[in-house]
């Protein structure tokens, strides 16, 4: 048996593992531990053995230029060079998302009076979230490392995304939800998978099933859990799309959404490696964070101006991003408030408003997530945090099809009538 992806080990010949192929992880040199900078080799590990801190992957990069990027495809591998991923990438069976629309937003920048503001608009990846993203690279981590299984604990569109990925791969999948999720993301996951599998719980009650099954089984690779690095840079992408979709440049201020924290701190991370790439010119930028009231460790801890993040069991109908003990936090609120940022939360009634909000400026139909980051974004200009003479990127991360309920009861139509022209004339619809 291959005890390839036991923590903490390396693939090796050994037990009849196929071994790391030359090249694997791309440029990617090592994974390095955030608290202590130990480094340890490329593989199914995500705790430094020194310190617990967490594990990220450090590269050799090599001149990467515009030109070589802008000739890659439409999609996340365009940037390959700067994740952990094989040159020959292409050629395995992916869900190849990203490459999403940046638009510029002029209807809700006048609604909200801001000078310039664009939405990053990631409801259309392949499965309709920007985890799609992340499962790509932890995909062909997975693939690399040999495993057997490819499985999540998710709030939804995670499973989504590895149950769809999984299925287009050929490998086996198996993903974790919490009993009381969406229908329709139950749904979303259910069609690509007959391992669906809910648990009664909520997600931190998954996640650490799902920890348990990961120290128990052998080869398989949980996307967010053991093989949780590598999965992470997949969030890079948006950072680097948004740069490049500018025309190579930063924005000035951007708000992206906060579940575990991951894709806020590698955003920030892809600006920091255009920055020492040569690829954008350095300048100052902010960082915001948005939860939901009903699950803000994070901004709780903002406002009290402590880095002390206490976990708390989630209430709210934002439930992509309830996650009561977020793994990143801490790195979130060092990264927005030393860029002069902020983390704001809204209530769920703030949250509906701002799915409203972007569908009936933008046309852009969101999901609760969404409706959160456009909430606070709003929020953040009323409270005075947000320099609306600032160029500001907002982050839609899903769909709203997925979370049709939050707002089922405050849209519908504006008459029922026969169908008949004097009826509709009647219905003072117009
Ligand atoms: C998972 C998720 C997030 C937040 O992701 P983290 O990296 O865990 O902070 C935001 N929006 C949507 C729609 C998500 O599914
Ligand atoms: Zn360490």
Avoid at 53 to 77: K, Q, S
Avoid at 81 to 102: H, K, M, W, Y
Avoid at 106 to 112: D, G, I, M, P, Y
Avoid at 260 to 282: C, N
């Amino acid at each position: 048996m291959s005890t390839v992806l036991d923590e903490n080990t390396t693939a090796t010949t050994e037990g009849g593992g196929r071994g790391l192929r030359e090249g694997a992880f791309g440029n990617a040199r090592s994974l390095s531990c955030r608290e202590c900078g130990h480094e340890v080799e490329l593989g199914p590990s995500y705790a430094c053995p020194e310190c617990f801190g967490p594990l990220e992957v450090a590269y050799d990069f090599p001149a990467v230029t515009r030109e070589e990027i802008a000739a890659g495809p439409r999609n996340i591998w365009r940037y390959k060079a700067l994740l952990p991923v094989p040159d020959d990438i292409e050629q395995s069976p992916n869900t190849e998302p990203g490459f999403t629309r940046l638009l510029e937003a002029r209807n809700l920048a006048r609604e909200l009076g801001i000078d310039k503001l664009w939405v990053k608009d990631d409801s259309t990846n392949p499965t309709n979230s920007f985890k799609d993203r992340v499962v790509a690279c932890a995909l062909s981590a997975a693939r690399e490392l040999d495993a057997k299984v490819f499985a999540c604990p998710s709030t939804g569109n995670l499973a989504n995304a590895v149950a769809a990925a999984g299925a287009r791969a050929g490998i086996t999948t198996v993903v974790f939800i919490p009993s009381n999720l969406e229908k329709p993301k139950q749904v979303n996951s259910a069609v690509y998978t007959d391992r669906l599998v809910a648990v009664d719980g909520n997600y931190d009650d998954v996640n650490k099933l799902a920890s348990e099954i990961a120290g128990e089984e052998e080869g398989w690779a949980f996307v967010n859990v053991n093989v949780r690095p590598f999965y992470a840079e997949g969030s890079k992408t948006l950072g680097y799309e948004i740069a490049e979709q500018l025309g190579w440049r930063l924005p000035d201020q951007i708000v992206i959404p906060v579940a575990s924290g991951s894709q806020l701190t590698k955003v920030d991370k892809a600006f920091k490696e255009l920055i020492a790439l040569g690829l954008v010119e350095d300048k100052p930028y902010k960082v915001f964070g948005a939860q939901a009231t009903g699950c803000s460790p994070v901004s709780v801890a903002y406002k009290a101006g402590t880095d002390a993040i206490r976990p708390v069991k989630p209430d709210t109908i934002a439930k992509s991003l309830a996650i009561g003990n977020p793994a990143d936090g801490i790195y979130v609120l060092d990264i927005c408030r030393n860029s002069g940022g902020a983390v704001e939360d809204i209530s769920d009634d703030e949250v509906r408003e701002g799915i409203l909000l972007l569908a009936r400026t933008e046309g852009i139909f969101t999901e609760t997530a969404g409706g959160t980051t456009v909430g606070v974004l709003k929020k953040l200009v009323e409270t005075g945090q947000l320099d609306t003479s600032l160029e500001t990127v907002v982050i839609n991360t899903g769909m709203g099809l997925k979370t049709l309920d939050a707002v089922a009861d405050r849209v519908g139509p504006a008459a029922t009538i026969a169908p008949s022209y004097d009826a509709f004339v009647a219905s003072g619809v117009l």
